[in-house]
Nanobody, 126 residues
Framework: QVQLVESGGGLVQAGGSARLSCAASGRTASRYGMAWFRQAPGKEREFVAA????????YYADSVKGRFTISRDNAKNTLYLQMNSLKPEDTAVYSC???????????????????WGQGTQVTVSS
């Protein structure tokens, strides 16, 4: 079992930056691949970015590639999402998630994630 708690959301102006954190407790976070997903009102949950257990491999949705950076600090059991050049369409509840699968092609599919945080709201104003 692992518990996940996000922080760092809030109101940001378009073009600005924000950094989300996801603190893991319970089992060591390094046992899990981890990811960020987001969900805007009235829309389906959307994959944002994922990172493998060691942090060596990262994956991004096309919509955030070049603007967002996912990273992790296994010594601190913490996952991060640095978001730059934010756009109003990035407005959503962002959730971190953890998966035990080591098959990285599955990292973009929310169904492979067993553990979820409660989510943090990011609102980008135009």
């Amino acid at each position: 079992q692992v518990q996940l708690v996000e922080s760092g959301g809030g109101l940001v102006q378009a073009g600005g930056s924000a950094r989300l954190s996801c603190a893991a407790s319970g089992r060591t976070a390094s046992r899990y691949g981890m990811a960020w997903f987001r969900q805007a009102p009235g829309k389906e949950r959307e994959f944002v970015a994922a990172i493998d257990r060691s942090g060596d491999n990262t994956y991004y949705a096309d919509s955030v590639k070049g603007r967002f950076t996912i990273s992790r600090d296994n010594a601190k059991n913490t996952l991060y999402l640095q978001m730059n050049s934010l756009k109003p369409e990035d407005t959503a509840v962002y959730s971190c998630a953890a998966t035990a699968t080591t098959v990285e092609v599955f990292y973009t599919d929310y169904r492979w994630y067993s553990y979820w945080g409660q989510g943090t709201q990011v609102t980008v104003s135009s």
